[in-house]
């Protein structure tokens, strides 16, 4: 066995309706007082904030909120959130909502207590010193950020910046499935189709593929191939919301030791200057990806055939087909955007968008199949 290594988040607890006895669960977990709360002003009109300020309020917490978190984070949301923390001295940080608001609160974690700049954390292992005190909620069953220990921002250049070090995972995390019920279907779709790729760059990442990101992606591809179109047809069904948040939640598991490759690299820009949701940027190239790939990866795509419940036949090209029929009809039976044109993007915009995938060498390098921007052009080609 080739040697490797495996670090998660330190304490989950999976507990429906946890998130209205949120003050109890920091008074087990943390020693704190003023905590700064990151979400987003849609929470806040869903009322999904009232009950998380309420229970820790009565626990005695003073609670400051930072609200002005939006998809694609730009980075100098990052840094107002980190700059409350320190003018009101708050000693913990809670991250509450979607992948944009986990992200931010981590950055802010870590900068409300350290010399460094942001620009200073960019890259890997970047970040000096520690953070305060974090725990994660997410409200989408996506992008599995509150287990992995990468941020990204989006930096005035429309270009997606990421900061990967072992202080940005956080202390806790807190499954609540219950926040995500009557999450919009295309919401629903977008965040687990996300976590499929997650799942699936996992299991196939050229560097850091190991025994345990290979169990949990396949667990995690088992939990939402069987239960995404469920929720996105049905958002209250509670059986279907747990098994897809806890696999997103394994999929984040999975990516954070074996790091995600050429869907998300040729997706990035997608996000950085069209701003189309990361998921649905996701779902739009992982079929021509997974086409890509196939020439060297069709073996590991076989395997998984099995994973998301298909026949298997024996022949790696055909499980390997049905592979990508299946989360091809799963993609478009979702109600997710099968072309680029679908989100405002035309053929002249993607010569300009090959060229930002390549800045995404973080990303490709952990691709089974080498991508040169001659191969991206032609990807996004693919789905126009």
């Given at each position: ?44 009109k869903?009322g999904?904030?009232a ?16 609200t002005d ?13 980190a ?18 608001s ?6 802010a974690a870590?900068?409300?207590?350290s010399r ?17 005190p974090l ?14 220990n ?10 997606k ?31 687990g ?19 345990i ?24 069904n ?17 990516f ?10 040729l ?5 950085g ?5 990361h998921?649905l940027?996701?779902?739009l ?12 990866a ?13 026949p298997?036949?024996?022949d ?6 049905r592979?990508?029929a299946e ?6 039976a979702?109600?997710?955007?099968q ?9 002249a ?6 060229k930002?995938?390549?800045q995404?060498?973080r990303?490709?390098?952990n691709?089974?199949v080498?991508v040169?921007?001659?191969d ?7 789905v126009l």
């Amino acid at each position: 066995m080739n040697a490797f290594s495996f670090s998660t988040v330190g304490t989950l607890l999976v507990e429906w309706q946890g998130a209205a006895r949120l003050g109890e669960i920091v008074g087990q977990h943390f020693k704190a007082q003023r905590i700064l709360l990151v979400t987003d002003s849609g929470l806040v009109k869903a009322g999904l904030l009232a009950p998380v300020e309420a229970s820790l309020a009565s626990s005695g917490y003073t609670v400051v909120r930072y609200t002005d978190v939006v998809a694609d984070p730009p980075a100098l949301l990052a840094e107002e959130a980190a700059e409350l923390a320190r003018e009101q001295r708050c000693d913990m940080v809670i991250g509450l909502g979607g992948g944009s608001s986990l992200d931010v609160a981590k950055i802010a974690a870590v900068l409300a207590s350290s010399r460094q700049t942001l620009n200073d954390l960019y890259g890997i292992d970047k970040v000096n010193g520690s953070r305060l005190p974090l725990l994660q909620i997410p409200t989408t069953a996506g992008t599995g950020s509150e287990v992995t220990n990468i941020a990204i921002l989006t930096t005035r250049e429309n270009s997606k910046m990421g900061v990967v070090a072992p202080q940005l995972y956080a202390d806790m995390v807190l499954l609540d499935a219950e926040l995500t019920l009557g999450l919009p279907s295309i919401h629903t779709a977008a965040a687990g189709i996300d976590a499929m790729v997650h799942a699936i760059e996992a299991y196939t990442s050229a560097h850091k593929k190991n025994p345990i990101s290979d169990a949990l992606a396949r667990e995690a591809l088992r939990l939402i191939s069987r239960n995404l179109l469920l929720v996105c047809h049905d958002g209250e069904n509670r059986q279907a919301r747990e098994a897809v948040l806890l696999g997103a939640l394994l999929a984040g598991q999975a990516f954070a030791n074996a790091p995600v490759a050429a869907v998300h690299a040729l997706a990035y820009p997608l996000g950085g200057h069209f701003h189309v949701p990361h998921g649905l940027s996701n779902a739009l190239m992982l079929i021509p990806v997974l086409h890509y790939n196939a020439p060297a990866a069709a073996p590991l795509y076989a395997e998984l055939a099995s994973a998301i419940g298909l026949p298997t036949s024996g022949d790696v090209q055909e499980d390997t087909q049905r592979f990508i029929a299946e989360l091809t009809r799963i993609i478009t039976a979702s109600g997710a955007p099968q072309r680029l044109r679908d989100v405002g993007i035309a053929a002249a915009h993607l010569p300009m968008l090959a060229k930002d995938a390549m800045q995404q060498t973080r990303l490709l390098i952990n691709n089974p199949v080498k991508v040169r921007e001659e191969d991206a052009l032609r990807l996004y080609q693919q789905v126009l």
